[in-house]
């Protein structure tokens, strides 16, 4: 059975940092891609972060935003310095195939497999 638990959102003011977890049990690391979205309300889940081969990000949070993966305990993080209040969201850890990164389908929700519950991050101004 395959699992994502995300960790680590909490209530934050701007400027500061935060690093969120996400545990993956129930695959083998090293064939898939790895992803983070974010959710607010009354908006669409919108891609954040991704990693497969190499790594990707949206354009308004790179430089701020690193996601790594660790492949001993397959865990992927998502390292986010910097918050500002329009960061404030759920943050969903994603799992699909890892072809998907080889194209613009790393960007597209629909790609992905498996899903975690969210961890939901606040910035106050």
């Known amino acids: 059975q395959v699992q994502l638990v995300e960790s680590g959102g909490e209530l934050v003011q701007a400027g500061d940092s935060l690093r969120l977890s996400c545990k993956v049990s129930?695959?083998?690391?090293?064939?898939?891609?790895e992803a983070w979205f974010r959710q607010s309300p009354g908006r669409e889940r919108e891609f954040v972060a991704a990693?497969?081969?190499?790594?990707f990000y949206r354009d308004s949070v790179r430089g701020r935003f690193t996601i790594t993966r660790d492949t001993r305990d397959y865990t992927v993080y998502l390292r986010m310095d910097s918050l500002k209040p329009e960061d404030t969201a759920v943050y969903f850890c994603?799992?699909?195939?890892?072809?998907?990164?080889?194209?613009?389908?790393?960007?597209?929700?629909?790609?992905?497999?498996?899903w975690g519950q969210g961890t939901q991050v606040t910035v106050s101004s």
């Open positions: 994603a799992v699909g195939p890892r072809e998907i990164s080889y194209g613009s389908g790393v960007y597209d929700r629909s790609q992905y497999v498996y």
């Open positions: 129930g695959l083998s690391p090293g064939r898939y891609t």
């Open positions: 990693i497969g081969g190499i790594t």
